[in-house]
T-cell receptor, first 116, second 116 residues
Framework: DTGVSQDPRHKITKRGQNVTFRCDPI?????LYWYRQTLGQGPEFLTY????????KSRLLSDRFSAERPKGSFSTLEIQRTEQGDSAMYLC??????????????FGPGTRLTVL | AQTVTQSQPEMSVQEAETVTLSCTYD???????LFWYKQPPSRQMILVIR??????QNATENRFSVNFQKAAKSFSLKISDSQLGDAAMYFC?????????????FGQGTILTVHP
């Protein structure tokens, strides 16, 4: 088991450009989450997938943000027309939801986005 | 909405000593989970310990233990026999129970420094 991986690890872009991040969850995990973490703060929930269905989106996820999980495996998070306020660490996590109750989330290393 | 508050931005401890990190939360739910996550510098977040709200017994994991005070909505983490490898940002987090899909609400974090 290789854990949750994210690509790229770092991204520097200019304001107004589009960026796309990828997350590969642990292979058998059916739940996938995206969080955003700004410097010195705790992660904030952005969105969640159960298999390929996007079931919840935070109000933090403006219409410039879009996330997909086309085959219920990897996921992509795209930010269009980036703004300096989008600079943050974008974390992905996955879990295996088999039974009701607690299912541990495993986090990836994150993608650090810097918007100049 | 649930909120999680960590009032200690930074804490320090001498190697082999004990340190306690504080966390309070606000919720109207009776069924929930509480967690402490560790985020080492430039490394991914890992789960340290979790507590189910319905359990009166405080959770323990080796050198890590919690003091869960449900009525006071307090959830502190005690690290005994601190080691250099414990140095990290620590986050307290909340997850709704019941039909929750696993969305985590994090506190602001506490930076723990361990002095040799």
């Amino acid at each position: 088991d290789t854990g949750v991986s994210q690509d790229p690890r770092h991204k520097i872009t200019k304001r107004g450009q589009n960026v796309t991040f990828r997350c590969d969850p642990i292979s058998e995990h059916n739940r996938l989450y995206w969080y955003r973490q700004t410097l010195g703060q705790g992660p904030e929930f952005l969105t969640y997938f159960q298999n390929e269905a996007q079931l919840e989106k935070s109000r933090l996820l403006s219409d410039r943000f879009s996330a997909e999980r086309p085959k219920g495996s990897f996921s992509t998070l795209e930010i269009q027309r980036t703004e300096q306020g989008d600079s943050a660490m974008y974390l992905c996590a996955s879990s295996l939801a088999e039974l009701a109750g607690y299912n541990e989330q495993f986090f990836g290393p994150g993608t650090r986005l810097t918007v100049l | 909405a649930q909120t999680v508050t960590q009032s200690q931005p930074e804490m320090s401890v001498q190697e082999a000593e004990t340190v306690t990190l504080s966390c309070t939360y606000d919720t109207s739910e009776s069924d929930y989970y509480l967690f402490w996550y560790k985020q080492p510098p430039s490394r991914q977040m890992i789960l340290v310990i979790r507590q189910e709200a319905y359990k009166q017994q405080n959770a323990t994991e080796n050198r890590f233990s919690v003091n869960f005070q449900k009525a006071a909505k307090s959830f502190s983490l005690k690290i005994s026999d601190s080691q250099l490898g414990d140095a990290a940002m620590y986050f307290c987090a909340y997850e709704s129970g019941g039909t929750s899909y696993g969305k985590l609400t994090f506190g602001q974090g506490t930076i723990l420094t361990v002095h040799p």
